[in-house]
């Protein structure tokens, strides 16, 4: 038995966890190792492991899962390909069921997260704080994800010889608070590439914050009573771990520009980023964000990626007419129009990306004398997305260019431009979780909410902060929450928090791209959670059903 804590969490196919295997429950889990890892190198390499539970899913599951669902994009099929059962259309026009396939993933990966976290503690042992804090840290983390996902979770921090029944989901979000605030302060404030992707104070008090703004959104007893009326008790406490990590001085906008800090050399030397999941082609596997967003006749446009692409994520019109600001470099996030070969991150004006086909390629419904006859053509992507007559059904553009060149494309994560076939088109672009940026426009947003305003700055001051760096144009009177959710937009796009920002507004259920497809999910707000997985509930059958879903 490897340890008490291997528990029936997920489906059989993550780790085909369970407890009937175990005969004895009572087996100290110190007893695997023949010297116990007293040191702190030892409990890093224990906790490489935790840490690395959720980089598949968000390298992937948990990303779609977050911007398909919000207005930021839709992903199209091209023809048949890419309908995958209506997956990618179901998180668009919010009908996802249990049994979609990439909701598991999130689930999944959590509680894995969680299961060896708590392995971690119990190997650690409570004599040790300083080495269970992170892994508590961390553990919180996880089940923010499941809590901000799937709303009641079981809850398991000690030893159990049954699964338990979930734990509501206003408990775990108390669990959470308790236990960062728990281990704050035994936390590393160390700012560097040794605790970079770690758990810290900063990371601690960026999750508290995230908790808090959204605590209205948790603690209500029914997801789909939330209002975002309801006053927020919380909210001076946002403040206050705002502060906690703006008066460290260990973070800033300024040390790159924008573009720059989301490229595949990313890292610990990015002041922005608090908290972050690292990635490697070749050994930190999991992040494929420009498979989908590439155009499909353009994978050698930026780089030559040396497999077929999806290209399939196209960004709402809507969503792109937020990046409007003169001269803000966050506008740089999307491109389209006529396309250019790349060097070095930089459009190569004289070098037009040329495309040998021909006008029925191009439209497969030309249907003229000349159709056939190959020409060279200038890659062009429009901003509009047109659905195919007969399309409808499965978000068909069409598989020609015209299909495929529709809507234009996010580069923010801009691809690694050594990816061989070996690397299976995994890039080595590190994700941001939390960022300075977000601290500021938390604060800034809860001030506007209704808290009380700390140092001087206000919600204007704030923004402007940000504003500043990325040359847009400064506000010159005080903003609106609608300003800064649009605000969030621009700075935080393909960063997954997009659902949760449109959820705390109450915005979620409104209109955008193809949701009129499926008018009822403008009333269905028990989908400001996901369902639990068919797969998890066939393995833990005792439980309930997300309201809705049943």
Request: aromatic fraction near 12%; proline fraction near 5%.
């Amino acid at each position: 038995m490897k340890s008490k804590f291997l528990i029936r969490l997920f489906s059989m196919s993550a780790l085909a966890l369970t407890v009937a295997s175990c005969t004895d429950l009572e087996i100290d889990i110190k007893s695997q190792n023949t010297v116990f890892p007293d040191s702190e190198r030892a409990a890093e390499a224990i906790l490489a492991d935790v840490y690395a539970a959720y980089r598949g899913a968000l390298g992937r599951d948990h990303w779609m899962a977050q911007t398909l669902s919000a207005d930021e994009a839709v992903s199209v099929a091209m023809g048949t390909d890419y309908y995958d059962g209506g997956r990618y259309r179901e998180l668009h026009v919010h009908n996802w069921t249990p049994d979609n396939s990439i909701i598991p993933g999130m689930w999944n990966s959590a509680s894995v997260g969680i299961t060896l976290a708590n392995n971690a503690i119990v190997l650690f042992g409570e004599e040790r704080p300083n080495l269970t804090a992170p892994a508590r840290a961390i553990r919180a983390y996880y089940y923010f994800i499941l809590m901000d996902n799937f709303g009641a979770a079981p809850l398991i921090t000690a030893p159990v010889d049954q699964v338990p029944n979930r734990t509501s989901r206003a408990e775990i979000c108390r669990f959470i608070e308790s236990e960062l605030l728990d281990v704050i302060d035994l936390l590393p404030t160390e700012v560097s590439i040794a605790t970079y992707g770690k758990s810290t104070k900063y990371m601690a008090q960026a999750l508290l914050a995230k908790l808090y703004l959204n605590w209205a959104v948790y603690t209500t007893e029914d997801v789909a009573n939330y209002n975002p009326a309801v006053p927020n008790e919380k909210l001076n406490q946002v403040v206050a771990m705002c502060d906690g990590i703006i008066e460290s001085g260990k973070f800033n906008l300024s040390s790159h520009k924008f573009m720059e800090k989301f490229r595949p050399n990313n890292g610990y030397q990015i002041k922005d980023f608090i908290f972050a999941v690292p990635y490697d082609r070749e050994k930190q596997q999991g992040m494929t964000y420009s498979r989908f967003w590439i155009h499909r006749s353009a994978q050698n446009q930026f780089a030559a990626l040396p497999q077929s692409v999806g290209g399939t994520f196209r960004v709402l019109p809507s969503y792109l007419d937020k990046f409007n600001l003169p001269g803000d470099e966050r506008n740089q996030s999307y491109i389209g129009g006529k396309q250019y070969y790349w060097s070095n991150y930089t459009e190569d004006t004289n070098r037009p990306f040329l495309i040998r086909t021909s006008k029925r390629g191009i439209d497969q419904d030309y249907t003229a004398a000349d159709a056939d006859e190959q020409f060279d053509w200038q890659l062009e992507t429009t901003n509009d997305i047109v659905l195919r007559p007969d399309g409808a059904a499965t978000l068909n553009v069409g598989n020609d260019q015209k299909g495929r060149s529709m809507g234009y494309r996010s580069i923010k994560f801009y691809m690694d431009v050594a990816v061989t076939s070996a690397n299976q088109r995994n890039q080595s672009n590190d994700v941001p979780i939390f960022r300075y940026a977000d601290i500021l426009l938390m604060k800034a947003e809860a001030i506007l909410r209704g808290a009380a305003p700390t140092n001087g700055e206000t919600p204007q001051s704030l923004i402007n902060q940000i504003r500043a760096y990325v040359n847009a144009p400064l506000l010159a009177t005080a903003p609106t929450l609608e300003d800064i959710l649009d605000e969030r937009a621009r700075e935080f796009a393909d960063e997954s928090w997009r659902r949760n920002d449109l959820i705390r507004y109450g915005k979620f259920e409104d209109s955008w791209g193809f949701r009129s497809l499926y008018p009822a999910g403008a009333n269905e707000k028990y989908r400001r959670i996901f369902p639990v997985p068919t797969s998890v509930l066939n393995v833990n059958t005792h439980w309930d059903q997300n309201n809705g879903y049943q």
